[in-house]
């Protein structure tokens, strides 16, 4: 009775559990073990659903290697199940293989033709042990259960590498700098190991990458695959995308999970009250190799870093507003990669308009194994004058993967037209100096103008010019000094001094007087301006000079003896003409004075040229 | 007395030269004034270029550049032409107010190194007199001091306060006229720049990235670029071109 509740409660744990079958036409080949003792045999069974029957042309076993085929006539079986209302049939095969040695074996492809269509199989690899090396065989009770007053059953066979391992695909193993990079680690369990109880066993971790964690359906429903003729059920334990941050040769480490289960070889009656005897096991994942390629030179200015494939869309939420109000720039940035390290494109907004620092949302997904999603940025924008703006077009700068090269992508805006004047800053937005708060004041009106180019004071003339008027002033000062000392003390310079002026202006007076018809003053003047010239400049007083004295001081003078003639004939002829009884004519006295005029010059520069 | 009317005359002309400059430099000043209120501010700033090319520069004309070029949100032009107006106008509150407006805006990654006090002193000195005051002032006592000399050696004096007076005034004229040169010196030269636009500071320890607005001091033209300190002190070489000298 117990035996047939336990049956019937499989049955219902095998109808619950089914997979989905395909209700296409498969073929599958199935071995009972993939490692097998060298005393015992290997079923192979070869299993074609999604087709009738009577369509199926009777196949023949498979050829195998390091194996011996048993019975060339297979044990023909049917199968018939229900899944949500579907009726699916399968029909199998099955023949038994003797190992010829020890190591490993093959059994080759089968072919199988359903009406006018051939199915091929794939090898499948048995593993021929040592006898001595796989489990003894269940004791049974006559009845074919076990009773409670036997020995305790034996130790539940094994659990294999080959009944349950991790296995991760990778989306590829080139790729560049910040490139995605999709990680699916599956687990793979044959049907009779009931896993449960699974979890991480061990850190894991991913150097030299960013990661994001890709999401995993709530209730997996593990799908059904043949590997080396061994079913097994695979679900996805973890979906990871990951983007080097680093040129070079790049690791990610094992996934390691420990999980309770069952042998699949195990005999569900090998137990005392039927308990199921679950083992612990831990599996890793393969080491995981990337090699990460630097990005290619060339990039634009604009270019920061972004590595995938997106779209930008920039757009204003109104075009017309007043001065004070706000606006926003919105800039979506949409696409496959790194969406969470996208930096902002840097838009040049006029210095009209008060800017604050973008909000940043970010939507991912991450639902077909690549990150996917959206990053906006939003900046407020305020202007504080009237006018018509134009924000120049927003550019982002991306590298392409798959076209390896670098995509910018542009988008215009509208102008934005501000209209109205600024409001002036209330005394609650005023520092205490009467200032605008966080903004400048921006006028000043009064301009005390200046060069514009300065020149400094030691590079100009006039500097040193008026540095040195003084200084000459002083030195001025100092000759007129000595000057005036010398006059005072040293009578012979000082008539030598004289002895020009006075010449002059006793001819201008000998001028004057002839002028004025006056001959006695005249001839004077006349004489007094030659003869005072040489006195002064003889140094002697030249009153009381008979004619004899006067030519020889000239004699010491070195002045030429027909000079000396000239001069006295001349003050002779003035005498005679100032004490004459008739007055000489006026053409006389001309002639007299230009004579006078000649040798007061001839004598100046005899008495020059002798004192020099 | 005939090239005594040739150049009262050309003095004149000269003079209504500069008035007539100086008139026109008036009226594009208050044009551009204008056009800042009215929001025009690329056609401000072109207004306020045209002044300067009249041969005429004021504190208040710097300082209303520097503003329309903040409007612009080109922060490196505003700072270079705020200091330049600090040189004219020295410690004027509004013009410091809206300094440290921009240069909140200066996204300024360096520490400053500490002003030495005698620096400090100095730029106080020469930010609150112009050269011209020290150059009057130290004028005056050289003649004094010259006339005192004068006066002693046409008298031939021997007094000891005459001496003190003649020596004093000659002293301190002399000073004041070294420091009129010296602030003259500085109001013509360099004082640094600013960076006009983001760019890489190349040094020996490797490349700095430096934001638009930070201040730098010029030290040469090198083959290599332009040699500058930044605020830190760290030397280096950037591109001339981006460089607003005040």
Known sequence: ?612 | MRRGALLLVAIAYIGLANAQQLEDALRLFDEANGLVESGAYAEAIVQYHAVLETGFASGALYHNLASAYFRLDEIGEAVRYYERSRRLLGNDPQLLHNIQIVEAHVQNPFSELPTPFWQAWWYTLFSQYSAWRFLIAGMCLYLIACLLYAHHIWLQTRSNWHRRARVGTLGIGLLLLLIAVLVSGERSSIQGAAILEPTTLVSETGSIDVPEGVKVSFIEETELGAEVSLPNGVRGYVDASVLGFF
């Not at chain 1, 490993?104 to 072919?111: H, M, P, V």
């Open chain 1, 1 to 612: 009775m117990r035996r047939a509740i336990l049956l019937i409660g499989l049955a219902s744990a095998c109808f619950v559990s089914l997979p989905r079958y395909s209700f296409s036409q498969t073929v599958s080949g199935l071995v009972s073990s993939p490692t097998i003792g060298a005393q015992e045999t290997v079923s192979y069974t070869l299993e074609i659903s999604g087709t009738n029957a009577s369509d199926i042309v009777d196949p023949g076993p498979p050829a195998a290697e390091g194996l011996t085929l048993v019975s060339p006539i297979a044990s023909r079986g049917t199968s018939m199940s229900i899944v949500n209302g579907r009726v699916s049939r399968s029909v199998s095969y099955t023949w038994h293989y003797r190992p010829e040695e020890e190591g490993s074996a093959r059994i080759l492809e089968a072919n199988v033709t359903i009406g006018d269509s051939t199915f091929h199989t794939s090898p499948v690899t048995v593993t021929v042990v040592p006898q001595a090396q796989r489990p003894t065989p269940q004791r049974r009770s006559l009845f074919g259960g076990f009773s409670l007053f036997d020995n305790p059953p034996d130790a539940p066979p094994e659990v294999t590498e080959q009944d349950i391992f991790i296995r991760a695909t990778q989306s590829d193993r080139e790729v560049y700098l910040n490139e995605q990079i999709a990680i699916d680690y599956k687990l793979y369990f044959r049907p009779g190991t009931m896993p449960r109880n699974s979890r991480q066993a061990d850190s894991w971790d991913a150097e030299g990458f960013w990661r994001e964690e890709l999401d995993l359906a709530a209730t997996p429903v593990p799908s059904l695959v043949v590997e080396n003729g061994i079913r097994y059920q695979v679900i996805s334990i973890r979906r990871i995308a990951v983007f080097p941050t680093r040129a070079g040769e790049l690791t990610i480490d094992p996934l390691k999970i420990s999980a309770e289960v069952q042998s699949p070889d195990a005999d569900p009656f090998n137990s005392p009250l039927f308990s199921q005897r679950y083992s612990t096991v831990e599996r890793a994942s393969p080491v995981i190799n990337i090699t990460s390629n630097p990005l290619p030179s060339g990039a634009p200015d604009e270019f920061r870093g972004a590595v995938g494939q997106y779209t930008l869309r920039a757009t204003l939420s109104r075009n017309t507003l007043e001065v004070g109000e706000a606006l926003q720039l919105t800039l979506v940035i949409e696409g496959t990669g790194n969406i969470a390290l996208i930096e902002a494109p840097q838009p040049e907004i006029p210095g009209i308009f008060e800017v604050y620092d973008p909000e940043v949302s970010i939507s991912k997904t991450g639902i077909d194994a690549l990150v996917r999603g959206n990053k906006t940025f939003t900046w407020l924008l305020i202007p504080r004058s009237n006018g018509t703006f134009q924000i120049p077009p927003i550019k982002f700068v991306y590298f392409d993967p798959s076209q390896a090269r670098y995509i910018v992508r542009t988008s215009n805006l509208d102008p934005i037209t501000v209209t109205g004047t600024a409001a002036t800053a209330s005394a609650t937005t005023v520092t205490a100096s009467g200032f605008p708060f966080d903004d400048i004041a921006v006028l000043k009106r009064d301009p005390q103008w200046v060069a514009a180019t300065h020149t400094p004071l030691h590079r100009g003339t006039w500097f040193y010019l008026l540095l040195l008027v003084p200084v000459l002033g002083i030195g001025v000062t100092v000759v007129l000094r000595r000057r005036t000392t010398r006059l005072a003390t040293d009578t012979a310079w000082a008539r030598n001094q004289r002895a020009h002026p006075l010449a002059r202006k006793h001819l201008k007076t000998a001028r004057k007087r002839l002028s004025e018809g006056d001959p006695d003053a005249f001839y004077a003047a006349l004489e007094q301006s030659v003869l005072g010239f040489v006195g002064n400049r003889l140094n002697v007083h030249e009153r009381g000079l008979t004619r004899a004295q006067l030519a020889d001081q000239l004699q010491k003078a070195g002045i030429r003896t027909e000079r000396q003639q000239e001069l006295i004939e001349f003050l002779d002829t003035c005498d005679a003409a100032r004490f004459a009884p008739t007055p000489p004519a006026n053409a006389l006295m001309e002639k007299h004075y230009a004579l006078g005029s000649r040798i007061l010059s001839t004598i100046a520069r005899e008495l020059e040229s002798v004192i020099l």
